[in-house]
């Protein structure tokens, strides 16, 4: 008897031992879907089902506890109204998620990566066709009816909510960055004449790398730039960079280490896997990649543009536009580049990073390398089109020390007040490096 009694505690600590606990929970919100994210110490089986009257989601997690806190998350306009749990009888946890609206549940495990260890991701789905990010790639497509349209520009921050992408020597998260330059280069973009601009990603949160190509082709989009901040396993890179895609292996060390580090955020950011509609969607954009290099050969000339303009306000890392494997650029239909703002790993990129003014002029540099382009290269139909058929071209003139309004509106043949029309300016104020649209010739 003995014997048994000290036998029965040790068998209950194995149990026990094994079971598995939530650490954390954490909520992501998207325009078309709400992700809950469950850290476990290990992976553990589940299953999720619906419940009406009233409408809710429920969880089971077979011989697990809770540990973590879910009391302080943000659940306004999550289509959450109040989250509950109970250990069961079973052993196994129970978490209610009460909703106030219609939510179609999605689920899956993810294991161990770079950033996080096992976790359990309950995706809940709106309707698509509520979904703002729709609307508003369905917004863009209309304004294209009206008349001459805008040359419509893609700006992916990459990274987001589950995936923070590179992390500085200070701390600092590559999707904050990416997303601070993007919200810089769409107010550029919106302020340029004949151009708009189309958010692939409008808050922290994480969309697939093959979603973020197809946001840009519903939104009709005639480019598209993926704006990042990478990291090396060392602080002496330093420097922007520019990379295109290449359908034949990538053109340096560096292009292949960056490549392999972006196509890595599906993994961390939290991708159930390929059904069977992507994999026909890819093996179809494949056989599109082997019969058209179009694509490609745009988005490089392209890059070397914008290359050009953002030597002209910060250090290169290398200058000439390199080429990999990008997953996020694959699209045959829409050229592409993707823009390396520098690199979280060494201290002063990542100090320049933090400043507000430094963004503000690599996003201006990186429009201007593209404007550049479709001032030359104009897509018929477009305004821009028009304007250059009509003689009325526009192109774009970078500030430089000892510039002012009169100098530079002199050079070009227009009055100062003609100069800040067209550039929406209600000061005298120059800056270095600053972008202005000036008559061509």
């Known amino acids: 008897m003995r014997y048994l009694l000290v036998l029965l505690p040790l068998l209950l600590l194995s149990s026990s031992a094994f079971s598995t606990s939530v650490s954390n929970i954490r909520l992501w919100q998207a325009p078309d879907h709400t992700r809950i994210v469950f850290d476990l110490t290990q992976e553990v089986d589940h299953r999720v089902f619906t419940l009406s009257g009233p409408d809710r989601v429920v969880i089971d997690m077979t011989d697990t506890s809770l540990s973590g806190s879910y009391s302080d998350l943000e659940l306004s306009d999550s289509g959450i109204s109040s989250?509950?749990?109970?250990?069961?009888?079973?052993?196994?946890?129970?978490?209610?998620l009460d909703l106030d609206t219609e939510l179609t549940p999605r689920s899956f495990v993810l294991a161990p990566n770079e950033q996080y260890g096992h976790r359990l991701v309950v995706d809940l789905q709106r309707d698509d066709r509520t979904s703002p990010t729709i609307e508003a790639a369905r917004e863009v497509r209309r304004a294209e009816t009206d008349g001459e349209r805008d040359i419509i520009i893609a700006i992916d921050a990459g990274h987001g909510g589950e995936d923070p992408g590179a992390i500085g020597v200070q701390g600092t998260y590559e999707k904050h960055v990416a997303m601070a330059i993007a919200r810089e280069m769409e107010r550029i973009v919106e302020d340029a004449e004949g151009f708009t601009p189309f958010m692939v990603r409008t808050g922290d949160y994480y969309i697939s790398l093959v979603r973020r190509r197809q946001l840009a082709r519903e939104a009709n989009a005639d480019f598209f730039v993926s704006i990042h901040a990478d990291a090396f396993t060392s602080p002496q890179p330093s420097g922007a960079a520019v990379y295109a895609l290449s359908d034949s292996g990538a053109t340096s060390t560096m292009a292949e280490y960056l490549a392999s580090s972006e196509n890595?955020?599906?993994?961390?950011?939290?991708?159930?896997?390929?059904?069977?509609?992507?994999?026909d969607a890819m093996v179809r954009e494949v056989i599109v990649d082997l019969a058209m290099t179009y694509s490609m050969q745009e988005g490089l000339t392209i890059g070397e543009q914008v290359l050009q303009r953002m030597g002209e306000v910060t250090n290169l890392h290398r200058r000439r536009v390199e080429q990999a494997g990008f997953a996020v650029l694959k699209s045959p239909d829409v050229p592409s580049i993707l823009v390396e703002a520098g690199f979280m790993s060494n201290p002063r990129d990542e100090a320049n990073l933090g400043s507000q003014g430094y963004r503000q002029r690599l996003a201006r540099s990186v429009f201007a390398g593209i404007e550049d382009y479709f001032h030359d290269n104009p897509p018929p139909g477009t305004w821009v089109y028009s304007q250059r058929r009509s003689g009325n071209q526009l192109s774009s003139y970078t500030v430089r020390q000892g510039d002012t309004l009169s100098s530079i509106a002199s050079r070009h043949g227009i009055t100062v007040n003609r100069l800040q029309e067209l550039n929406n300016m209600n000061s005298d104020v120059l800056r270095i490096g600053q972008t202005l649209r000036v008559p061509s010739g």
């Open 83 to 96: 989250i509950r749990s109970a250990r069961r009888e079973d052993g196994s946890l129970r978490v209610v």
């Open 264 to 279: 890595r955020a599906d993994r961390i950011g939290g991708v159930s896997g390929v059904d069977m509609q992507d994999m």
